[in-house]
């Protein structure tokens, strides 16, 4: 046994927490296609859930060549345990002033997490990974900017509305900012950089910065929604992956 | 210029094969029967998604749910071009798209009667998408000559990936095709499901009325019914006969000498009822529609503002 193979595992259950996460955000995303206040938002939404499976599906392929299983079986048919997002991302979607809180906060996590961590892996296929996913996230992060503008500035009402949602959102966004003790192997292992809690206090600070200009109020610390790293889920995550698995499930080893 | 030769020299343009453009001068009828004709197609591009979206979040692996999103996204992009270019046709009659989506989920506007039906299985996305869309190609083909220029510029676009879309039905067709007892169960019982709103969907064959007659005059329209509905019956009863699909039609038949398909005439009745908006899912859609547009006011108040106070 190789003394890589510990670290290799603790890479892959790091990965595979990234890929789960984009996964599910994408999901969440694809069901507001057709029902975005706007057309132009149905078009857009649909753009970034593409966008978000689509790096679920990079990662869940560079997993499958480590020999975790096919894309297919990871992505859809493993036992709730198995999946490792933060919960705040597979709760079902509440609206739209949730739905622009929820995706700020993850587009402006993900940006930290590419950027300043999965970038600087010092294994190669994960570093060009981060990189293709942040050159996309940067545009979400300004789609999600524009919008909270938009509300921001758009009303008693709307500020009322995006200032909740934000506050809703952050409650339950601990979880993605849990450390697990694969991340500090390989924080130890030198094999990435440091660990995502790390990445918290940037994340605040910037999200308060947009808020200010935004004329929304302070953000509160992320906090809440813990668990999901570990295996841990709502029961809206058994309501996504019952969905997801729908039509598989009635010939799993049939071609669809 | 009298409104005599102005009609005159109108139509003399559309004679040479002219194109008539957003600032053209135009007879009024000539403007609400091309907007008709335009917001019917905007409409149905939009609650065409409908029936497929609900199939998004449940698509069996990642490569179909990625196609059924971009294919989706695509009609509610076309949905989004083609009003467009009814909102340059139809701000001299003082209307904004608020008001098509204001008429359109208060049951006054018409919609495809293709999309009041259920798709309750995955094999429908698969016949929707091959089989919807390709009768839908044949009649946008059939307009893309239109006299009415920027509708004719969106349809080319449109065109082309309606013939991608056709592409990703005929995969997931010949998949199920290919596939488990189940599987092909599941796709005969589709195809029997939509085989009458598919010959529905080209309207009766015979088309009397003088609106139709006027629109094919002007150059609006350009092909019947009929000939559309043959179009369709050339280019795929064949195809879903090599399959080995049963068409719900024991006339079916291609005439060797004239090459003329005859069929059994759809109930027509069930046609029209459907124009009238009773559909089976007609009401249900379009409430889903109205609950969004009302839920989501605060949105368009705020962003009007947030326009306002930039």
Same mark, same amino acid.
């Given at each position: 046994?190789?003394?890589?193979?510990? !670290?290799? *595992?603790?890479?892959?259950?790091?990965?595979?927490?990234?890929?789960?996460?984009?996964? @599910?955000?994408?999901?969440?995303?694809?069901?507001?296609?057709?029902?975005?206040?706007?057309?132009?938002?149905?078009?857009?939404?649909?753009?970034?859930?593409?966008?978000?499976?689509?790096?679920?599906?990079?990662?869940?392929?560079?997993?499958?060549?480590?020999?975790?299983?096919?894309?297919?079986?990871?992505?859809?048919?493993?036992?709730?345990?198995?999946?490792?997002?933060?919960?705040?991302?597979?709760?079902?979607?509440?609206? +739209?002033?949730?739905?622009?809180?929820?995706?700020?906060?993850?587009?402006?996590?993900?940006?930290?997490?590419?950027?300043?961590?999965?970038?600087?892996?010092?294994?190669?296929?994960?570093?060009?990974?981060?990189? %293709?996913?942040?050159?996309?996230?940067?545009?979400?992060?300004?789609?999600?900017?524009?919008?909270?503008?938009?509300?921001?500035?758009?009303?008693?009402?709307?500020?009322?509305?995006?200032?909740?949602? %934000?506050?809703?959102?952050?409650?339950?966004?601990?979880?993605?900012?849990?450390?697990?003790?694969?991340?500090?192997?390989?924080?130890?292992?030198?094999?990435?950089?440091?660990?995502?809690?790390?990445? *918290?206090?940037?994340?605040?600070?910037? !999200? #308060?910065?947009?808020?200010?200009?935004?004329?929304?109020?302070?953000?509160?610390?992320?906090?809440?929604?813990?668990?999901?790293?570990?295996?841990?889920?709502?029961?809206?995550?058994?309501?996504?992956?019952? /969905?997801?698995?729908?039509?598989?499930?009635?010939?799993?080893?049939?071609?669809? | 210029?009298?409104?005599?030769?102005? %009609?005159?020299?109108?139509?003399?343009?559309?004679?040479?094969?002219?194109?008539?453009?957003?600032?053209?001068?135009?007879?009024?009828?000539?403007?609400?029967?091309?907007?008709?004709?335009?917001? /019917?197609?905007?409409?149905?591009?939009?609650?065409?998604?409908?029936? &497929?979206?609900? +199939?998004?979040?449940?698509?069996?692996?990642?490569?179909?749910?990625?196609?059924?999103?971009? =294919? @989706?996204?695509?009609?509610?992009?076309?949905?989004?071009?083609?009003?467009?270019?009814?909102?340059?046709?139809?701000?001299?009659?003082?209307?904004?798209?608020?008001?098509?989506?204001?008429?359109?989920?208060?049951?006054?506007?018409?919609?495809?009667?293709?999309?009041?039906?259920?798709?309750?299985?995955?094999?429908?996305?698969?016949?929707?998408?091959?089989?919807?869309?390709?009768?839908?190609?044949?009649?946008?083909?059939?307009?893309?000559?239109?006299?009415?220029?920027?509708?004719?510029?969106?349809?080319?676009?449109?065109?082309?990936? &309606?013939?991608?879309?056709?592409?990703?039905?005929?995969?997931?067709?010949?998949?199920?095709?290919?596939?488990?007892? #189940?599987?092909?169960?599941?796709? $005969?019982?589709?195809?029997?499901? +939509?085989?009458?709103?598919?010959?529905?969907?080209?309207?009766?064959?015979?088309?009397?009325?003088?609106?139709?007659?006027?629109?094919?005059?002007?150059?609006?329209?350009?092909?019947?019914?009929? #000939?559309?509905?043959?179009?369709? !019956?050339?280019?795929?009863?064949? =195809?879903?006969?090599?399959?080995?699909?049963?068409?719900?039609?024991?006339?079916?038949?291609?005439?060797?000498?004239?090459?003329?398909?005859?069929?059994? $005439?759809?109930?027509?009745? @069930?046609? +029209?009822?459907?124009?009238?908006?009773?559909?089976?899912?007609? =009401?249900?859609?379009?409430?889903?529609?109205?609950?969004?547009?009302?839920?989501?006011?605060?949105?368009?108040?705020?962003? $009007?503002?947030?326009?306002?106070?930039?």
């Amino acid at each position: 046994m190789s003394a890589r193979q510990p !670290l290799d *595992q603790a890479l892959n259950e790091a990965l595979l927490a990234v890929a789960d996460d984009e996964l @599910v955000c994408g999901h969440r995303d694809s069901e507001w296609c057709a029902f975005a206040p706007m057309i132009e938002e149905d078009v857009a939404f649909a753009s970034i859930a593409q966008d978000e499976m689509g790096h679920a599906r990079l990662l869940y392929r560079l997993l499958e060549q480590r020999g975790q299983g096919s894309l297919d079986q990871m992505a859809f048919s493993r036992p709730l345990v198995g999946y490792k997002n933060a919960q705040i991302l597979e709760r079902q979607n509440a609206g +739209w002033a949730q739905a622009i809180a929820r995706h700020l906060v993850y587009d402006l996590y993900d940006d930290l997490l590419t950027g300043l961590y999965l970038e600087a892996c010092t294994v190669g296929e994960v570093a060009d990974i981060a990189r %293709l996913v942040r050159r996309e996230e940067r545009y979400h992060l300004e789609h999600q900017k524009t919008w909270i503008r938009h509300l921001g500035q758009g009303g008693a009402e709307a500020r009322a509305r995006m200032n909740g949602a %934000l506050g809703d959102v952050l409650a339950e966004s601990g979880g993605l900012f849990e450390d697990l003790p694969a991340h500090r192997a390989l924080k130890e292992a030198g094999v990435l950089p440091g660990l995502p809690s790390e990445l *918290q206090p940037e994340f605040s600070q910037r !999200l #308060a910065a947009l808020c200010l200009t935004a004329g929304l109020d302070r953000p509160a610390a992320p906090s809440g929604g813990l668990g999901g790293r570990l295996g841990r889920h709502t029961a809206d995550m058994e309501e996504c992956l019952a /969905t997801m698995a729908e039509v598989i499930s009635e010939a799993p080893n049939a071609s669809w | 210029m009298t409104d005599e030769q102005r %009609l005159q020299a109108f139509e003399a343009r559309i004679a040479s094969g002219e194109k008539i453009e957003s600032d053209d001068w135009m007879p009024d009828l000539y403007r609400k029967q091309a907007l008709r004709l335009i917001l /019917t197609h905007a409409n149905s591009e939009l609650m065409g998604a409908l029936p &497929e979206r609900e +199939w998004i979040p449940r698509a069996p692996g990642m490569h179909r749910k990625l196609a059924v999103l971009a =294919k @989706v996204q695509d009609e509610i992009g076309h949905a989004q071009l083609i009003y467009r270019v009814a909102e340059d046709l139809a701000r001299p009659l003082g209307l904004t798209r608020d008001d098509f989506m204001k008429d359109l989920i208060a049951g006054r506007a018409k919609f495809h009667n293709v999309f009041s039906y259920p798709a309750p299985t995955w094999a429908d996305v698969g016949v929707i998408a091959w089989l919807v869309d390709g009768a839908a190609l044949v009649t946008q083909g059939a307009l893309l000559r239109t006299s009415y220029g920027p509708y004719g510029r969106i349809l080319r676009r449109i065109c082309a990936e &309606e013939a991608i879309h056709l592409k990703h039905g005929e995969d997931i067709v010949l998949t199920l095709a290919g596939g488990t007892k #189940a599987q092909r169960q599941m796709l $005969q019982d589709a195809l029997s499901r +939509w085989w009458e709103p598919l010959l529905h969907f080209f309207g009766p064959p015979d088309e009397v009325s003088p609106n139709t007659e006027q629109m094919v005059r002007w150059g609006i329209r350009l092909k019947s019914n009929e #000939a559309m509905r043959q179009e369709f !019956l050339q280019n795929y009863a064949p =195809k879903i006969l090599e399959i080995g699909l049963l068409v719900p039609d024991p006339a079916l038949e291609k005439d060797p000498e004239s090459g003329v398909w005859h069929y059994t $005439q759809p109930d027509w009745d @069930v046609f +029209w009822k459907v124009v009238r908006g009773e559909g089976p899912k007609t =009401k249900e859609r379009l409430s889903l529609r109205r609950l969004a547009y009302e839920d989501q006011a605060w949105i368009r108040q705020a962003v $009007q503002g947030a326009h306002h106070v930039a």
